[in-house]
């Protein structure tokens, strides 16, 4: 093929892959404004009961579930700004909020992963890309919720600095996502967002019933595909239907992307791209003085987190962010170590939102509104300091979203089961708790820590001293099988789902994946021989790996051992 017919097949690729992108990021507004529909009326009834918000546990709980539901943290902190600034809620509940909203952001990545669930290893690395913000924003709270109970130093902290901040002028806000994608999205559908915040601030019975009465679906304006005079639909129907229309359109175009970003990725281009992404800076040097690749490696991690950081300040969405580097970690075009500060970055960058929302509150109340949009800030700063500049902890939550890749890799329906789980039943469950008294959730709360800190330690005393334990601490024989296994419910899932994807490989498919890793291996070898012919392939980062390589070849973070050809067969997944 001559090379500018090659080019143009190029060129007319890259130009799908740019439609498809859009297509997507439309997608992803497409279905928060579903979820504004479907449950918007409920969430605002949620932040009415302003009786929950005196437990710290509930407040965080219910800012997960108003999160999911609506399938946006910026409206969910926007809502917690205007409602502190009414003098609703105050500065110390929304923190509580805040730290929900930041866990239940992180479930559009999640469910974007899944779109990735038809190839194995694919999926292992896209659902560990999901997940690893879900750990990080857990792993955070888990340290934050119980010093901001104990001593209240965020929204102090917070206060002191508004009090001093002398740069209090609300610029026009520059959203240039929204002016890139408003004009695709508002001929599908426009919901006035704004509505669901007056009824979640309005007490007065008789306004709330005539808020009521209104549509969440904008009248009047430029005409739209679900308007009403085109649809005899409720909002909670027209949701339904939009979001069933999205989730369809989002599977396809995250079909179309990963095929054409795979057909990119092959030769000199993938090696390049792989490389130039993953790679760390070069050592500069000056004489016979060196900076240290160890130290050049940090400063590579901290400018992914601040590309990450302006790339959600531009975008103004987090969820975009993290949902379009899912798909590129599953493909390996970016490793789970590089993906990592670019997701702690956007949880960084995401924090302007508030800000802004803050910043057009009146004047009487912007210091309120300011102190819950700092507090939104410390947050995540501390949360990074924490789990990303401490480099001992910074493995954790990497090695936590591996361990739930290889799991998913194994047992594909555990990843609807974790999405359910973690963001609709243990919430549900914690917030039922909180409601009933804090002697319930005392109880159960020391509870579940203490068997949480009992299985840790035995486990991590069993891996390193095994001949200290006894033999039923060893191997957990006195717990029953369902609660240390994953292989009774797979049994189970296996009757219930007809869906061959969601069924653990044979041992015969285990052994075809294995050679189609090392023909992939082979391949990239090749790739790397053209592109270096001295073979200097040598690299102390994790540009080496072979691009469509797992996140680990032989699960060292996995709960099971491989079942490929070299291990056993017939080993299970333990829970304990």
Sequence with gaps: ????????????????????????????????????????????????????????????????????????????????????????????????MIMGANIGTSVTSTIVALGQAGD?????????????????????????????WATGFLDKFATRVVEEDPTQDANAKQDILKKITKPFTDLIVQVDTKLIQKMSEETNKTKLDALKLNSLLKSGGSPYLFQHSNTVLTDNGTGWVLLFLTLLTMSIMLFLMTKLLANFMKGRVGVWLHKSVNGNIPSPTCGRFQIPDLIMKEVTGYCAMLFGAALTMVVQ???????????????????????????????LGTTITAILTALATDGAYINLALSVAYSHLFFNIFGTIIWYSVWIFRRLPIALAMYLGNITATYRWFAGAYLVGMYLIMPGIFLGLSIAGWQCLLGFGCVFLITCIFIGVV??????????????????????????????????????????????????????????????????????????????????????????????????????????????????????
Aim: glycine share 4%; aromatic share 8%.
């Design 1 to 96: 093929m001559p090379q500018a017919i090659r080019f143009a097949v190029q060129l007319v690729k890259f130009g799908l892959l740019m439609g498809c992108l859009y297509l997507f990021i439309c997608d992803l507004t497409l279905l928060t404004d579903a979820f504004h529909l479907i449950a918007g009326s409920d969430a605002a009834a949620v932040f009415r009961n302003s009786e929950i918000f005196n437990n710290p546990i509930a407040s965080l709980m219910v800012g997960v579930l108003v999160t999911v539901l609506l399938q946006s943290s910026s409206t969910t902190i926007s809502i917690m700004v205007s409602m502190t600034a009414a003098g609703l809620i105050n500065v110390r509940q929304a923190s509580f």
């Design 120 to 148: 194995r290893d694919m999926f292992r690395r896209a659902f560990a890309s999901a997940t690893v913000h879900d750990m990080f924003n857990w792993l955070t709270v888990l340290v934050m919720l119980p010093l901001e």
């Design 317 to 347: 969405s987090s969820s975009v962010t993290t949902s379009t580097l899912t798909p590129l970690v599953g493909l390996g075009v970016i490793t789970l170590e590089r993906c990592y500060p670019l997701v702690v970055g956007a949880n």
């Design 459 to 576: 486990n991590f005393v069993g891996n390193r001293w095994p001949k200290k334990l006894p033999e039923a601490l060893l191997h957990w024989t006195f717990v029953p099988k369902p609660l240390k296994s994953l292989e009774p419910w797979d049994r189970v899932m296996s009757k219930l789902c007809f869906c061959k994807k969601c069924k653990r490989p044979t041992l015969e498919e285990e052994v075809a994946e294995e050679h189609k890793l090392q023909e992939q291996q082979h391949a990239y070898e090749v790739a790397m021989d053209v592109a270096n012919p001295q073979h200097l392939r040598h690299s102390t980062h994790a540009a080496s790996a072979p691009i469509t390589a797992p996140l680990s070849g032989t699960n060292p973070l996995s709960a099971e051992p491989s079942r490929r050809v070299s291990s056993t067969v017939g080993s299970q997944t333990s829970l304990l």
